[in-house]
């Protein structure tokens, strides 16, 4: 039995469907995600501890890059971005895998998603320095740091639509809703309420805000992202494909704005999907 088979069994032990990429899912993480994914569903991990876990690792790999240690902890480094990009992806399929899907646990993914990447960023200017990159360190890294959020808005708009959000609407009132904070629901009590508004806060300064420019520039089209050629390009641009070449980056020692350079055809590469695609 080859070890693709045991794992498709062991998933469909617990989440009861065949274990298949999903057409959006990080292309280089995805079979390294449910291999972590399966022993914690197992151990009956929630999926906000995942999360936690995650932005943990986040933020040592944050503190060696702005502590200015590169190249020495390169290693570390690398290794604690790659364990946030795998986990980043694993806190989803825990939670579907052990039916602890809840609306704290999706809004804590994504307002560390959007910190930790502010924060990765922020780090990288103090590591080169403002006057690196021939001076253009800082707007470099606005560039990359714009490009990055809009490349994973990108993702997350087609996935909200083909997924089901707002089916059969106007391609605007999808994107309406795409863009509005999460509505409290079932799982939200008096006990929970309080990290609730303080997460849903988190949103609007972050992802929140992001969305609503794009919804602003009327930049959501109904058709984005059609056909398996384009789905996979855009899955270039899911944050753990991104954080995975970051630590590529780190672990070969070369210089940080080559990261920088990247995310910024990254996100030229998403603008023109966005702009050009039809379904």
Known sequence: MTLRSRLAASYARFAKRPLRRPPYADELLWLPAWLVAVPLARLGTPPEAVVVAGFACGLGAVAIIAGGGLPEHGPLCAALILANAVLDSVDGG????TGQIRL???LLDLVFDFFFTLLIFVAIVLAVGPGGAGGF????AIAAFLANVFAATVISFVMFRDEGGGQGLPAAEQARRFAAAPAADASITARN????????G????????VFRLILRAGLFRERLGGGAPVRHLLALGAVGSQLAVLALVIAIGWP???FLVYECALGGMALGLLLAFER
């Open 137 to 140: 360190a800082i707007p470099l």
């Open 104 to 106: 704290i646990g999706g």
């Open 256 to 258: 940080l704005t080559t």
């Open 193 to 200: 309420r309080p990290l609730f508004r303080l997460l849903v």
């Open 94 to 97: 825990v939670a579907r895998m």
């Open 202 to 209: 988190g949103f609007n300064l972050g992802w929140g805000a």
